[in-house]
């Protein structure tokens, strides 16, 4: 198991439209987005 030491205001599991949606308008606001997808983003 890997372990990063990071911080973040949000995480968004999921790279559908809405994951992808709501990931650019959090980080263009300024907030520290982890976004993770298990396929393909945009998918869905």
Do not use: H, P
Not at 13 to 42: H, Y
């Amino acid at each position: 198991m890997i372990k990063i030491n990071a911080d973040y205001d949000v995480i968004i599991l999921g790279g559908g439209i809405n994951g992808c949606a709501t990931a650019r308008k959090l980080s263009q606001e300024g907030k520290r987005v982890c976004f993770l997808e298990g396929f393909t983003i945009g998918c869905g």
